[in-house]
């Protein structure tokens, strides 16, 4: 079935460096996409989201890219810091028979090293 | 409230016993979805409320599941005959309008720990 995956299930950075989270994403119907970020104990809080009339959107130190040729997600986070160490899920919006929902891809841990 | 509100935090029962969740959602938000979260995994749907109205159960595992929602603002998740399979994280997110099909974030509480044993 359709589903929403990421490359890399943990990724190790140095604290001052530059993070990519990539996420592939397989159903070409998907017209909104979100992240998210999990810390331990707590509910995933929004980032980021993007529309798929838009290849790129930029926030606070955050920024995704949307390429729908070959179906792909990427976050950029810039200058990282030990706060942004937690899991990272995309998501895409999927239109089912009887409502529109999120699916999850299985997430990337992000590890910021001092 | 200032956020999706979620109780217990912690739930700890016996197998084949019945345990309820408790999700209250943002103010006037009417969209609202539960979500499963198992050990180092991504979110499971279970199921969408628009209003009162649940017009997407389509993610309830099995029977033993149910959910309602009353006033449109509470929820509750009903899990019957628990199952050490039924261990997760059970996270609600609400949403204004009409949720993710007018493109509108979720918000999420911060689950409930269920632990079957």
């Known amino acids: 079935g359709e589903s929403v995956g990421l490359h890399l299930p943990t990724l190790s950075v140095q604290e001052g460096d530059n993070s990519i989270i990539n996420c592939a994403y397989s159903?070409?119907?998907?017209?909104?996409f979100i992240w998210y970020k999990q810390e331990s104990g707590k509910g995933p809080q929004f980032i980021i989201d993007?529309?798929?009339?838009?290849d790129k959107r930029q926030g606070q130190r955050v920024t995704v890219l949307l390429n729908k040729t070959v179906k792909h997600l990427s976050l950029q986070i810039a200058a990282t810091q030990p706060g942004d160490s937690a899991v990272y899920f995309c998501?895409?919006?999927?239109?089912?028979?009887?409502?529109?929902?999120?699916?999850f891809g299985s997430g990337t841990r992000l590890l910021v090293r001092p | 409230g200032a956020g999706v509100s979620q109780s217990p935090s912690n739930k700890v029962t016996e197998k084949g016993k019945d345990v309820e969740l408790r999700c209250d959602p943002i103010s006037g938000h009417t969209a609202l979805y539960w979500y499963r979260q198992s050990l180092g995994q991504g979110l499971e749907f279970l199921i969408y409320f628009q209003g009162n109205s649940a017009p997407d159960k389509s993610g309830l595992p099995s029977d033993r599941f149910s959910a309602e929602r009353t006033g449109g603002s509470v929820s509750t998740l009903t899990i019957q005959r628990t199952q050490q399979e039924d261990s997760a994280v059970y996270l609600c997110?609400?949403?204004?309008?009409?949720?993710?099909?007018?493109?509108?974030?979720?918000?999420f509480g911060s689950g409930t720990q269920l632990s079957v044993l």
């Open positions: 998501a895409e919006n999927i239109e089912g028979d009887s409502s529109y929902k999120l699916i």
């Open positions: 993007i529309r798929s009339n838009m």
């Open positions: 997110a609400s949403s204004q309008d009409r949720g993710t099909a007018t493109n509108e974030k979720l918000f």
């Open positions: 159903n070409s119907a998907s017209d909104y």
